[in-house]
């Protein structure tokens, strides 16, 4: 059976068009804001308390706050070691991504062309999913967030625990500090544990003081544009590609 050449559809076309455009403004937010992109753990240290029950009894119904004192914010880290750093999910990622491949017509056999006039038409598969949802109650002795863990950088964040057990292994909260890159900063991170069987709050105060140091990122950043442009050299002007 002949076939016969079919190029790619105005409408592939004009989506083609949208996507490039796309990455190409999200490759210059990326060379724009390369200095912090390429560093984020540096731009944004991170600090940790270490919490332990080192009383006789559980603690009953106990609620974790940690509150920045200062003009800067903090954002707690995943426990999952393999993902990315918290800020780079923010912010995006300092490499380059590979431009759009552009639409390409095809040739196809008359049937491909016509089969659906011949009757050639099946049924879409129907897509079940299981109605049910499971329960899963909450281990008393495990910490959660409340009420949910923060989606971007803030002032403060909390967790609470039904029954903080004595002797058991220790609690660890760790976040990241986000800041402004004009000025230095300087504050401090309070940590308060209350407990109903706990007759004053625990307040524990972590001094804050950081330097803003400005250093070059154009070289790292022409790398990077040469890279996804397959080794081509290139040259960065006035925040320009």
């Given at each position: 059976?002949?076939?016969?050449?079919?190029?790619?559809?105005?409408?592939?076309?004009?989506?083609?068009?949208?996507?490039?455009?796309?990455?190409?403004?999200?490759?210059?937010?990326?060379?724009?804001?390369?200095?912090?992109?390429?560093?984020?753990?540096h731009?944004?240290p991170?600090?940790?308390?270490?919490?332990?029950?080192?009383?006789?009894?559980?603690?009953?119904?106990?609620?974790?706050?940690i509150?920045?004192?200062?003009?800067?914010?903090?954002?707690?880290q995943?426990e999952?070691?393999?993902?990315?750093?918290?800020?780079?999910?923010?912010?995006?990622?300092?490499?380059?991504?590979?431009?759009?491949?552009?639409?390409?017509?095809?040739?196809?056999?008359?049937?491909?062309?016509y089969?659906?006039?011949?009757?050639?038409?099946?049924?879409?598969?129907?897509?079940?999913?299981?109605?049910?949802?499971?329960?899963?109650?909450?281990?008393?002795?495990?910490?959660?967030?409340?009420?949910?863990?923060?989606?971007?950088?803030?002032?403060?964040?909390?967790?609470?625990?039904?029954?903080?057990?004595?002797?058991?292994?220790?609690?660890?909260?760790?976040?990241?500090?986000?800041?402004?890159?004009?000025?230095?900063?300087?504050?401090?991170?309070?940590?308060?544990?209350?407990?109903?069987?706990?007759t004053?709050?625990?307040?524990?105060?972590?001094?804050?003081?950081?330097s803003?140091?400005?250093?070059?990122?154009?070289?790292?950043?022409?790398?990077?544009?040469?890279?996804?442009?397959?080794?081509?050299?290139?040259?960065?002007?006035?925040?320009?590609?």
């Amino acid at each position: 059976m002949g076939k016969c050449y079919v190029p790619p559809s105005k409408h592939d076309v004009e989506k083609y068009h949208q996507k490039y455009d796309k990455w190409l403004h999200g490759c210059r937010d990326t060379i724009s804001n390369f200095h912090i992109l390429s560093r984020p753990s540096h731009l944004f240290p991170e600090f940790r308390y270490v919490v332990t029950n080192e009383g006789s009894r559980p603690g009953k119904d106990v609620l974790v706050e940690i509150e920045t004192r200062g003009k800067f914010r903090i954002m707690p880290q995943s426990e999952d070691s393999d993902e990315p750093h918290i800020f780079t999910k923010l912010l995006g990622s300092h490499e380059l991504s590979k431009p759009p491949r552009a639409p390409k017509g095809k040739w196809v056999s008359l049937f491909e062309m016509y089969g659906s006039s011949l009757g050639g038409y099946l049924p879409p598969i129907p897509n079940y999913t299981n109605p049910d949802v499971q329960y899963v109650p909450r281990d008393p002795n495990k910490f959660y967030w409340k009420p949910e863990k923060p989606e971007e950088p803030t002032a403060t964040f909390s967790f609470e625990c039904e029954q903080m057990r004595h002797g058991s292994n220790p609690e660890e909260f760790r976040g990241s500090i986000f800041c402004g890159m004009s000025d230095d900063v300087s504050g401090a991170i309070e940590l308060r544990i209350h407990a109903e069987n706990l007759t004053k709050a625990i307040k524990v105060i972590l001094p804050v003081r950081l330097s803003i140091v400005r250093v070059s990122a154009y070289d790292s950043a022409k790398q990077a544009v040469e890279a996804c442009c397959g080794g081509v050299k290139t040259t960065i002007t006035g925040g320009q590609i």
